[in-house]
């Protein structure tokens, strides 16, 4: 069964507009985190936000915000204001407590966000 | 140091050579992972050392050989290669037995010819 369903393969989205990529999830852990991160052509997979399954509030950094929604289990992503070097591929990820080995993160199959100008 | 560090970041390489991927981290993660990332598709897990143990291997054909050295270092050793192993080569690291701070490397494009 699919852990992390990322439903919007392709988005589009005019330049100092948001955006939200969405991102459910599926887990019976009751400790778990939930990560965003932006890959770019070149690779590099870079770490956006992160939230905690026992955080009060919703994670937020700089432009970024998760908007976590547990019972719904969903966990959003909000880009507010776009620019274009917001193009990216951005994937959800969660990493559950019950592994036991070091924790692998699950990713969803990702979002192509591209920034209009 | 908050910086997973991947060398080289490219490497074209042939069927019969040997070759090692070299990843590093100074931020006391004791647990370093290797994943592998084709093209438009999300990384999967290849490797996970926990406390310089190999505590995952999945079911990755042997011509792929890790190596955890010690706490900071992970490398990945390739030998006979094939064609379809091309892809990008992904190292993280995370803290053990806390589902924070997981980091990535920026990656080794691998390209078998």
């Known amino acids: 069964a699919q852990k992390i369903t990322q439903t919007q393969p392709g988005m589009f989205v005019q330049e100092k507009e948001a955006v939200t990529l969405d991102c459910t999830y599926d887990?019976?852990?009751?400790?778990?985190?939930l990560f965003w991160y932006k890959q770019p052509s070149s690779g590099e997979m870079i770490f956006l936000i992160y939230?905690?399954?026992?955080?009060?509030q919703n994670a937020t950094e700089g432009r970024y915000s998760l908007n976590f929604q547990k019972a719904r289990k969903s966990a959003n992503l909000v880009i507010s204001a776009s620019q274009l070097g917001d193009s990216a591929m951005y994937f959800c990820?969660?990493?559950?407590?019950?592994?036991?080995?070091?924790?692998?993160?699950?990713f969803g199959e990702g979002t192509q966000l591209t920034v209009n100008p | 140091d908050t910086e997973v560090t991947q060398t080289p970041k490219h490497l074209v390489m042939g069927m019969t050579n040997k070759k090692s991927l070299k990843c590093e981290q100074h931020?006391?993660?004791?647990?370093m992972y290797w994943y592998k990332q084709k093209a438009k598709k999300p990384p999967e897990l290849m490797f996970v050392y926990s406390y310089e143990k190999l505590s995952i291997n999945e079911s990755v054909p042997s011509r792929f050989s890790p190596e955890c050295p010690n706490s900071s270092l992970l490398n990945l050793h390739l030998h006979a290669l094939q064609p379809e192993d091309s892809a990008l080569y992904l190292c993280?690291?995370?803290?053990?037995?806390?589902?924070?701070?997981?980091?990535f490397g920026s990656g080794t494009r691998l390209t078998v010819v």
């Open positions: 993280a690291s995370s803290f053990y037995g806390t589902v924070e701070g997981y980091t």
């Open positions: 931020m006391g993660h004791r647990a």
């Open positions: 939230q905690g399954s026992y955080d009060q």
């Open positions: 990820a969660m990493r559950e407590s019950q592994e036991t080995s070091g924790s692998r993160l699950t």
């Open positions: 887990t019976s852990d009751p400790s778990y985190g």
